[in-house]
């Protein structure tokens, strides 16, 4: 099999993970580990497994087509929506035949929704509440005038959410006063009869910021994965990366001072370079937001990425490391001292580690560790092709 590079997903790491976000829970707080968009680009069937083996609570994902992918995965466990379903039978009818507990997030949805609910049927749901994203959710006064559906309709309202957006700042104003709003709304609909089981507020940020913000329930996405969303944030929290993303060196060149390397020439050779070329480029999910930013590791070693990264192709400036030979195995991010890591990447990119993670395209192979070789002798396997391609046939 050809491949331009190959995405190593640690389980073992992302069930370690689990148990230490568990940790540093009261005992209790559930787990909803989110799922969405494939996992993170991590793939949501096999991760899915991995969580459900290791106890998580509850598993979220975006849509209901996500929910079918990892129920077909044979997961059972309770399983959240976040997108809601769209207003017709057919959604309701899968919906139940999933098992899956789609969000209500909009008042004229769930006015909708209600008139498809089959008589005689309760669909499971959780309420998300707007309390200062402003992105979606129902007002605190939206889902105060759904109260008569909410109580007499054709709906279970199991859990009730928001979802913090600065629990990742230094100052905990902003999510001291989503907590507020949050307490307010879900005492307003206690006082008129609607009582959810499960109130839920905290992401990843959410989760490792503050105690306060764990109520019934917490929802974390990127710690699950090893990252945390700002470096100093849960540092008692012990998180590795699950993702490992690498690429192989197809050519090497010696280039002349003076030299233009790549589209736009936006880096010249300031002295005799070694200049080393990789089969990725943005159509694998290396960002050309990295170009001239990135290091990418091999050989244990750091290279900076030099040029303009293109569609299929990266250049890495390797002189220092004068042991590299086509077909060394070169770390993209990872996990390990050694490897670069995402969410500094992201930051160089001048975007986010999510953005990078979740930008991993579908065409770069998720194999789980353990499956294929990662030690450096792996690359013996490889061999160079007339393209550039790397042939790798190591991988399954
Ligand atoms: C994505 C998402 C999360 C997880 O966020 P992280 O920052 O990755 O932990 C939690 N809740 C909701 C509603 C989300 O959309």
């Not at 009261?26 to 949501?44: F, M, N, Q, S």
């Amino acid at each position: 099999m050809n491949a331009r590079a190959v995405c190593v997903i640690d389980l073992d790491a992302l069930a370690a993970n689990l148990s230490a976000l568990r940790r540093a829970l009261a005992p209790g707080v559930r787990i909803c580990a989110v799922v969405k968009a494939d996992a993170y680009g991590h793939g949501a069937a096999t991760c899915a497994r991995t969580l459900a083996a290791s106890g998580v609570d509850w598993l979220a994902t975006a849509s209901l087509e996500e929910a079918r992918v990892v129920r077909s995965a044979g997961v059972a466990t309770p399983l959240l929506v976040l997108g809601g379903i769209e207003p017709s039978r057919a959604a309701v009818e899968e919906a139940c035949r999933l098992d899956v507990v789609p969000a209500l997030l909009d008042a004229d949805e769930t006015a909708a929704l209600a008139t498809v609910v089959p008589a005689g049927q309760r669909l499971r749901v959780h309420l998300k509440i707007d309390t200062g994203m402003s992105r979606a959710g129902l007002t605190p006064t939206e889902a105060r005038d759904l109260v008569p559906l909410l109580r007499d309709g054709p709906f279970e309202v199991h859990g009730i959410y928001s979802h913090l957006a600065c629990a990742d700042a230094p100052d905990p104003g902003s999510w001291r006063q989503q907590l507020a709003g949050f307490e307010v709304a879900s005492a307003d609909l206690a006082a008129v009869g609607v009582r959810p089981t499960l109130r839920h507020l905290a992401n990843s940020a959410g989760l490792l910021a503050d105690h306060a913000l764990h109520l019934d329930m917490v929802r974390p996405g990127l710690a699950l994965y090893g990252h945390r969303p700002q470096p100093d944030l849960g540092a008692a929290v012990n998180l590795s990366p699950v993702m490992e993303f690498a690429t192989w060196i197809s050519q090497i060149r010696t280039l002349p001072p003076g030299t233009g390397v790549g589209y736009g020439w936006t880096w010249r050779a300031r002295r005799q370079t070694r200049l080393a070329t990789l089969p990725v480029g943005y159509a694998q999910g290396y960002s050309r937001g990295l170009s001239n930013r990135g290091e990418v590791a091999l050989r244990g070693q750091r290279a900076p990425v030099v040029g303009n990264i293109s569609m299929e192709h990266t250049t890495i400036d390797v002189t220092e490391i004068p042991e590299a030979r086509a077909g060394d195995r070169v770390l993209l991010w990872g996990a390990g001292p050694e490897a670069p890591d995402v969410m500094a990447l992201g930051c160089a990119a001048e975007t986010i580690g999510y953005e990078l993670l979740t930008g991993v395209a579908p065409s770069v192979r998720r194999v789980p560790r353990g499956h294929l070789s990662d030690a450096p002798e792996s690359v013996a396997k490889t061999t160079g092709r007339e393209d550039g391609e790397v042939s790798f046939d190591g991988s399954r």
